[in-house]
C-alpha cells in the first residue's frame, strides 16, 4: 500500500531492512543490566566495564573478554543466556517499531541479533513484536559482531546484496559489522539512559518512519539521511 508522506519523492530505496533485536527493537536494557550485575558480582568485576563490553556482543563472546582464570567461559555463558531467559520483566518495543515491521512484507526483513535463537524468540514475544522468516541468531554464526558474518547471512537468506541493506543498529559493534557488510546503517539511540558516541547518523525511534513496499524495494521515509 502506498503511503502519502511528504519525503516519499526522495526516500531512498532499499532492497532489505535488517534489525539487531536489543536496543534497537527491544528495550530490554533492565534484563540485561541485572544479568551482567549478577554475573560481576559473582566475580568481582567492574560492571561498567563489563556492560559496556557486552553491548552488540554475543554472550559467550563478553563472556571470554573477562572471565577469571579458571572458571569454565563456555559453561558461564550458557548460565547467563538461562538467566535472562528466565527474566521477564522490564522487555518493551522501542517506539514505533511494531508499526514499522507491520509495513514490511515478510521477505524483505530480518532480524540479527547476538542473542541466542531462544532468548530472541522469548524477548520479541515479550514486545509483542513478530518473529520474522529470516532470524539470523548467536548460534547461527561462527564469529559474532563487530564481524559482518551474520549481516551477510542475513541477505543471502532473503537473497538481496548486502550492499543493498538498510541496517539499524544501537552499539558500536552491531555498528562496525554493518559498515563490513557495506550495508548502510542507522543508528537507534533511544534505549540508552546515558546518551553514547556513535559513529553513525541517529535518530532515538522508529516513530518518525514509514515504509512503501516497491517492485524495486522498500522506500523509506523518515530516515536522518
Known sequence: MTMNHPLYDRAPVFDALLFDMD???VD?????????RYWTTQHGLDFQAVVS?????RTRDTVELFCPPGVNALQEADNLERRELADKGGIMPIEGAGALLAALPATRWAVVTSAGKALAHHRLGEAG??????????????????????????????????ARCLVFEDAPAGIAAARAAKATVIAITGAHAQHQSLDALSTPNFTCMCAESTPDGIRIAGLPI
Open 53 to 57: 563490553a557486552a553491548q552488540g556482543r
Open 28 to 36: 530490554s536494557r533492565s534484563a540485561v543490566e541485572r544479568t551482567w
Open 23 to 25: 536496543g534497537t527493537l
Open 129 to 162: 513484536l513478530p518473529i520474522p522468516q529470516v532470524l539470523i541468531t548467536a548460534e547461527m554464526v561462527s564469529r559474532g559482531k563487530p564481524s559482518p558474518e551474520g549481516f551477510l547471512r542475513a541477505a543471502r537468506q532473503l537473497r538481496v546484496d548486502a
